[in-house]
């Protein structure tokens, strides 16, 4: 079974050469399957299938070295979508599943958590009991539906051997327990959170928390930024960006082994040309010079500006083009685009992918399925 679609000559050309004019140093280029463009879906439909198939390859306990991996579980916004053509990229909302060493660390749980959960229960029976055993922390950007609907459904919760650390901001007056358990509960759900058998750990984290998985720990501690975590350690920095209506959202620089990625969805950046405000600023900071970016890109032109229908402008996201400019400006290394809009079918997901690039050629759409490892040797992806 191949877990990477093989690629083109002309697409691993075009790699190396995107990688010897962005790598701020070498060996980051990760593997990442790029889906076909649409004219070409039957001759690779087998082996895209194949891609998406729960694979332990993220699990590094076999491996000697730590590696930073992640691997896509949901790729839509708003909310899950069931397309009448089916799709490439995948219909469930976000879900970001990251491992480095014995740590697991998942961003938010949108309906793509559900088969993560699935997936992580069946690996659970594996994994010792001892104090070795892999840790599984759960980290939301934010409340909206579309990255929580999935955490009723997310498997573990209902086992009394899982621990599990959840951690997110307090939003709209509300404590993050009371968020989490409120979601949870009668009549909008018949069990109720506080009476699950899991062992959960919460913890309200916000603007300027550093959170930090040591190689041996058995979770995330809040660090002091003051002090400089060892060098094997799993990393977190935590940025709230005002970007989004209302309450904002949490962004996550994930940082171990020398590589960086930022998770940066739910974000509206505009005005990145002409400097933008305070807001832009200071998250233009926090994602500079990073290996990979994944960012918000929801909307075409077209609905952003309102051409046929009610503009999204302000809607709290951006449009792919929008992200390859923060790329740019950013000079970050890969850009991801994220929070595809749940209307669009997989043609419009391709012409958007194109146009990113026109700004940004180091541009890939994420789909369903979709892995990075972040210390890959281009070789690797032959
Ligand atoms: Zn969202
Ligand atoms: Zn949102």
Known sequence: MHLFRRNTRDELEQQQHDHHRLTPFPGYLSIFPIPQDPQDQGSHHDRLSDDTLPDHRLVSRSTPRPRLGARFWGVRGTHPAALPTGTRFGGNTTCLEIRYGRHIIIIDAGSGIIALGDEL????RDWPTTSERPTVSLLFTHAHHDHLCGMPFFAPIYQPETRL???????????????VAGY???????????????ERRLTSIGDGTR?????????????????TPPPDSLVVDVLHSRLHPREGTLVYRISAGGQTMVFATDIEIVEIEEQGGEAEQRYLRFIHGVDVLVHDAQYSEDDYAGVETAPTRGFGHSTPVMAARVARKASVGRLILFHHDPGYADADIFALEQAARQVFPATVAAREGGEIFLDAPLARQI
Not at 121 to 124: G, I, K, L
Not at 165 to 179: K, N, S, T, V, W
Not at 184 to 198: A, C, G, K, N, T
């Open 121 to 124: 229960s069946r690996e659970m």
């Open 165 to 179: 650390h959840l951690l997110g901001p307090d939003l709209a007056g509300m404590r993050f327990e009371e968020i």
């Open 184 to 198: 949870m509960r009668s009549p909008y759900f018949p069990v109720d959170f506080r009476e699950l058998p899991s």
């Open 211 to 227: 959170l930090v998985w040591m190689a041996e720990a058995n979770g995330p501690v809040v660090w002091d930024e003051a002090v």
